[in-house]
């Protein structure tokens, strides 16, 4: 509503009340123009009230999430028969080459000589240790894994991450896939910590989000990092590769 044509339509009104008063007042105008000049202002005012436009919602109450827009880079080309292979062999034709190459693509940019401050190795990350226990425990299919050869370190990745979402099977897809990433980017010991954490808060061990998500068993830096890394595979790159022409579909969409 119009302040000013609330304040114009008060004053014609006492502008009328003013035509009818028996007396009027020194120096005030004729009861017939105070009429006329009282009536003219209240229907002013009774326009602008009306006429005024309502308010607009606020962006914020009408905006839609936007995700962020991540260029999926030219280099990832040279490893995409690779990933696609690799989830191929792990999961068939129900895998998805997006998520792979989502997180690879988080744990290095597509470098395979990155090296890590902390000494984590290659295209997928591993850390030396690791790279030592996953080509004992796949030794028909890891045998002699080196963590530098890009081809190796995508099919070591495929392999580490089914492993990892069969020992730790959530309430959905989504929080499956948020328990693997967690535990290959933070370890398995400290995800099942915060599991246990959420059943003594009365929340849900087998649900991500607002569940076990919310719980904190490491560092703050730690666990800000973990958080950030599950959700951007899965809410950000998994659905930008999809996009950019990847197949796969996004578990956490």
């Keep these: 509503m119009s302040l000013l044509g609330l304040v114009l339509g008060m004053l014609g009104i006492g502008w009328m009340f003013c035509a009818v008063l028996p007396v009027v007042p020194y120096a005030w105008p004729s009861r017939r123009a105070s009429s006329l000049l009282g009536g003219l202002l209240f229907l002013i005012g009774v326009v602008l009230v009306f006429a005024s436009p309502a308010e607009a919602a606020t962006p914020a109450s009408v905006s839609p999430v936007v995700r ?20 191929a062999e792990e999961w068939g034709v129900d895998g998805s080459p997006a998520r792979l190459a989502a997180q690879l693509h ?3 940019s597509w470098n395979p000589k990155a090296h890590s401050p902390v000494g984590a190795e290659g295209l997928a990350q591993f850390m030396p240790g690791t790279a030592r226990w ?12 080196d963590p530098w050869d890009p081809q190796q370190a995508a099919l070591a990745a495929a392999i580490y991450d089914a492993w990892l979402a069969d020992r730790n099977p959530g309430a959905s897809q989504c929080s499956t896939w948020s328990f693997a990433l967690s535990a290959y980017n933070g370890g398995e010991g400290n995800l099942r910590q915060e599991q246990a954490l959420a059943v003594r808060a009365g929340r849900d061990r087998r649900r991500w989000a607002g569940n076990v998500a919310d719980m904190r068993a490491r560092s ?8 950030a890394y599950v959700r951007r595979i899965l809410m950000v790159l998994e659905p930008a590769y ?9 578990v956490c969409a």
């Excluded at 962020?68 to 989830?87: F, I, K, L, N």
């Excluded at 996953?134 to 030794?139: G, S």
Aim: net charge neutral; aromatic share 12%.
């Design 106 to 108: 988080q744990e290095s």
């Design 134 to 145: 996953i080509a004992q425990r796949f030794p028909d299919r890891l045998g002699g894994f």
């Design 68 to 87: 962020p827009t991540v260029a999926v880079p030219e280099v990832s080309a040279m490893y995409r028969r690779w990933v696609e292979q690799a989830v």
């Design 242 to 250: 999809i996009d950019a022409g990847w197949a796969g579909q996004a």
């Design 220 to 227: 703050q830096a730690a666990w800000r990092e973990n958080r």
